[in-house]
């Protein structure tokens, strides 16, 4: 069956660094993949989306990597702040019949001052 | 001026008990969507409409019966209610059959007492 899967456990920097997430998938081949955030008691807010056939994606201080090979996408918060901590969402969406956007479970990110 | 707006924010009910969500999107979106997300935060699909047709129906309970009058409103009734039924409801919308990005509600938060 379809599988996303994400940093479980919480991920905690320094402000000023950078932050990496992972999302790996299996058993699925997305037409393309997006990023959202979602902070407690929120409905989750659109980031970033990448094509298959793209390799990366920038918008201000946050890029997007896809690798379909690996079956991959890494998601950067470069020179982080306080206020982007935040569980980060990788979702993957594909045509089946009508697209599909499925979710991971999330990666707490925590950015200390 | 909310773009997906979803109500009640909160719900408390019995076992038993039959209770709707209401969802309308002010964005011209043509298709919207209901997602659950459970206690240990996994949003999944459970319906998609595209024009007001059922376009994604995931292996949900026939309990769970979504409404689209139109183009802007999907409702959500669920019959029956279950303890396990105890989630926050989210609402969402997009363009272009699902090939973008969603936006999504404040979400509903339902408690099966």
């Known amino acids: 069956s379809q599988k996303i899967e994400q940093n479980s456990e919480a991920l905690n920097i320094q402000e000023g660094k950078t932050a990496t997430l992972t999302c790996n998938y299996t058993?699925?081949?997305?037409?393309?993949l997006q990023w959202y955030r979602q902070d407690p008691g929120r409905g989750p807010v659109f980031l970033l989306l990448?094509?298959?056939?793209?390799k990366e994606k920038r918008k201000e201080r946050l890029k997007v990597t896809f690798d379909t090979t690996l079956k991959q996408s890494l998601f950067h918060v470069t020179a982080s702040q306080p206020a982007d901590s935040a569980t980060y969402l990788c979702a993957p969406s594909s045509n089946t019949g009508g697209f599909k956007t499925i979710f991971g479970a999330g990666t707490r990110l925590f950015v200390k001052a | 001026d909310t773009a997906v707006s979803q109500t009640p924010k909160y719900l408390v009910t019995q076992m038993g008990n039959d209770k709707s969500i209401k969802c309308e999107q002010n964005l011209g979106h043509d298709t919207m969507y209901w997602y659950k997300q459970d206690s240990k935060k996994f949003l999944k699909i459970m319906f998609s409409?595209?024009?007001?047709?059922?376009?994604i129906n995931e292996t949900v309970p026939n309990r769970f019966s979504p409404k689209s009058p139109d183009k802007a409103h999907l409702n959500l009734h669920i019959n029956s209610l279950e303890l396990g039924d105890s989630a926050v409801y989210f609402c969402a919308s997009s363009q272009g059959g699902g090939t973008g990005e969603l936006f999504f509600g404040e979400g509903s938060r339902l408690t099966v007492l």
């Open positions: 058993n699925y081949s997305p037409a393309y």
């Open positions: 990448i094509r298959e056939n793209e």
């Open positions: 409409y595209n024009n007001k047709e059922l376009i």
